[in-house]
Nanobody, 119 residues
Framework: QVQLVESGGGLVQPGGSLRLSCAASGRDFSKDRMGWYRQAPGKERELVAR???????YYGDSVKGRFSISRDSAKNTVTLQMNSLKPEDTAVYHCNVDVLVAGFFETYWGQGTQVTVSS
C-alpha cells in the first residue's frame, strides 16, 4: 500500500524559511517522479516543484529562485526547502508521486501540511 506522509509545515513570518519533508512507503520510488503541489483557499491546486528519478527539477514560476526540491532515493523521501516566503505562499502543501505503469501515470497524494505565512 502506497503511503505519503508530509511534515514540516507551520506558521512563519514573511521572509522566513520552512522545510517540508515527505516520506513515501509501499514500494521503491527511486525511478519515479515526485513533487509538491499546493492549494490555497478558493484556488485550484498548482504545481510547486517536481523532481524526476534522474534528478531533473522543475519549478513553478511563482517559486523560482526561492524554493528548492531534492530527494533521497535510498530513503524514498523528497524535501522542499522554502526561502523568502511570502503571504501568497500560504496554502496546504501536498506531496505527490507519479508512478509510470504500462505507459500511464498512477498518481498518489499525501494528506497535506499547512503552511501559513503571516506577520
Amino acid at each position: 500500500q502506497v503511503q505519503l506522509v508530509e511534515s514540516g509545515g507551520g506558521l512563519v513570518q514573511p521572509g522566513g524559511s520552512l522545510r517540508l519533508s515527505c516520506a513515501a512507503s509501499g514500494r521503491d520510488f527511486s525511478k519515479d517522479r515526485m513533487g509538491w503541489y499546493r492549494q490555497a483557499p478558493g484556488k485550484e491546486r498548482e504545481l510547486v516543484a517536481r523532481i524526476t528519478g534522474g534528478g531533473s527539477t522543475y519549478y513553478g514560476d511563482s517559486v523560482k529562485g526561492r524554493f528548492s526540491i531534492s530527494r533521497d532515493s535510498a530513503k524514498n523521501t523528497v524535501t522542499l526547502q522554502m526561502n523568502s516566503l511570502k503571504p501568497e505562499d500560504t496554502a496546504v502543501y501536498h506531496c505527490n508521486v507519479d508512478v509510470l505503469v504500462a505507459g500511464f501515470f498512477e498518481t498518489y497524494w499525501g494528506q497535506g501540511t499547512q503552511v501559513t505565512v503571516s506577520s
